[in-house]
């Protein structure tokens, strides 16, 4: 421009502790030909991008098996996701496509900065084998409660106050009473889910006393993987029942274990609620959805039916077309005979229901296993 000119389509603007403010032009007298511009009181006023303007979500431990399923759905919904998984038991893969920042829920600095860019939190990141948990509940209370304590007070000392907590129904311990509801009481059989529980009661403080808004998610047996193939389970070691299943029939271990089929079930074997993955992500998007507006909340994510083991096992066997090789082991201590919930609460306070069965959790879950075995025979 030439000296002495006015600058026409200048924008002023201004950083202020690292917000970028616009300058309203009818405030603001400019002259380049002094080579400096004079500002005259002004109001400041946020400039916003329009991916600002979205709502942005804060997933802890969303490179992990239910995490990333809440993520990829988070933003189909066309929610900012930020990613912040320390990957100890997360894969990068599962991240594919949204931000992911790598550090640990007891970083309190790193989350500050974190937090400041977001509207709410997902906290999916624990320990979560049960075995474990009994023979080192020092790493289940460290990990589950005290560094989960850690992020709870970051997000109180940001302006965040919506927050998803992923539960589970391991905090009822052995219910007297199926289905389960909301109002059993919660008595856990083990550190994990003791751990679980205590941030429960954490949650249910904060809330009272800072006004922190929570829905508390209490998964029954999370299973399947996303319907387009491109993320699922992957654990080391893997415990869940149907992806042993497909390492049994892969020759990747030995004869998959039933663990007792003496139970007073229809053949004897354990029976357990079986949920969908994805049927769990939508619910968490729904729960933020609740928060909006509404209070606080503690929700059973189930299908409300049962399903045994050996029916789980015939499942597998009839959608991949092989025999899963197994064998009948003597029970485990404090495995209930059957864990069915009732999600009648969360169906009427979010209008959601799990529409997924048994054959699609199987059949995803399938799909998922052949399309990982054949990246991992390609690399």
Request: hydrophobic content about 35%; glycine content about 8%.
């Amino acid at each position: 421009m030439p000296a002495g000119g006015c600058a026409e389509t200048f924008q002023p603007s201004l950083d202020v502790e690292g917000e970028r403010y616009a300058l309203p032009v009818g405030n603001v007298f400019r002259c380049l030909s002094a080579h400096w511009v004079l500002l005259k009181s002004f109001p400041l006023e946020p400039e916003r991008t329009p991916k600002e303007d979205k709502l942005s979500v804060l997933v802890i431990g969303g490179a992990g098996y239910i995490g990333s399923h809440a993520a990829h759905a988070l933003n189909r919904k066309g929610y900012e996701v930020i990613i912040y998984d320390n990957l100890s038991t997360g894969h990068v893969s599962l991240a594919d496509g949204l931000e992911l920042i790598v550090g640990d829920i007891s970083d309190t600095a790193k989350l500050a900065r974190l937090l400041r860019r977001v509207d709410s939190v997902m906290h999916f990141a624990a320990h979560a084998y049960v075995g474990e948990s009994v023979s080192n509940p020092r790493k289940y209370f460290q990990n589950n409660f005290i560094s989960g304590l850690s992020l709870l007070n970051s997000v109180l000392d940001s302006k965040v106050r919506k927050f998803i907590f992923s539960s589970t129904c391991a905090v009822y311990g052995n219910p007297a009473r199926i289905p389960i509801t909301e109002e059993t009481p919660r008595l856990p059989v083990n550190p994990y889910g003791a751990s679980k529980l205590a941030f429960e009661y954490a949650l249910e403080a904060y809330d009272r006393a800072y006004g922190l808004r929570f829905v508390s998610f209490r998964y029954f047996n999370a299973s399947g993987a996303d319907e387009g193939g491109q993320i699922g389970e992957i654990h080391d070691p893997e415990t869940h029942l149907i992806p042993g299943a497909f390492e049994a029939i892969h020759g990747e271990r030995g004869a998959l274990e039933i663990y007792g089929d003496d139970y007073p079930t229809s053949d004897g074997t354990c029976v357990r609620d079986y949920i969908h993955v994805n049927d769990l992500a939508e619910a968490h998007v729904l729960g933020l959805e609740h928060l909006n507006g509404g209070k606080s909340a503690e929700l059973n994510l189930g299908t409300g039916k049962g399903h045994s083991v050996r029916e789980v096992i015939s499942t597998v066997e009839r959608i991949s077309g092989r025999e899963v090789p197994k064998r009948v082991s003597p029970r485990r201590p404090g495995d209930p005979a059957e864990l069915v919930a009732d999600p009648t609460r969360a169906e009427k306070l979010l209008n959601w229901r799990a529409t997924r069965s048994l054959e699609d959790i199987v059949s995803t879950a399938w799909k998922w296993s052949q399309n990982k075995r054949r990246a991992t025979s390609t690399n």
